[in-house]
């Protein structure tokens, strides 16, 4: 899943708990099950700096529209984990064959399935998966 995926989701589970611990626990319980979900992911440098933007300017707007701390520590505890994708994609110059045993969230080292999807459909199963849960915290789908 895209980072701002991650975010956005972690952000609308930490501010519907209020509370920064159960926020935090939330925002790394939803990586796992995101990375669940067949998904697209990027390769290349250069589409993990747009990713990263993306998640700054979530984070400004959320911001600007008032979500507490609880959200922004959802949101930052759902990106968490896939900083050490982006370290080791750093360190190897893009070749994570050879890092995979050294990862350590379970949707990384493959513990847990982290489920794949080509473009399009990979990126349209990440706008599906933010909406559903905007949709159910909303009370849309209750």
């Known amino acids: ?28 319980a939803s990586h796992v099950i995101l990375d669940a979900i067949p998904h697209s992911d990027y390769s290349k440098t250069i589409h993990g700096i747009a990713d990263f933007v ?55 080292t493959g513990l847990v399935r982290h489920g794949r999807l080509r473009p399009p459909w990979g990126i349209v199963t990440q706008i599906a998966a933010v909406g559903a849960v905007w949709a159910v915290l909303s009370g849309s789908l209750i």
Do not use: W
């Not at 899943?1 to 939330?26: D, E, I, K």
């Not at 750093?90 to 949707?107: H, V």
């Open 1 to 28: 899943m895209y980072a701002v995926t991650h975010f956005t989701v972690g952000l609308m589970l930490g501010q519907a708990a209020g509370n920064p611990y159960a926020a935090f626990a939330l925002g790394l």
């Open 54 to 108: 993306a998640v700054m300017a979530a984070c400004y707007v959320s911001v600007r529209l008032g979500a507490g701390a609880s959200g922004l520590v959802g949101g930052f505890s759902g990106v968490l984990p896939d900083l050490e994708v982006a370290i080791a994609h750093l360190r190897s110059g893009g070749d994570l064959s050879a890092q995979k045993c050294r990862f350590f969230f379970p949707s990384h």
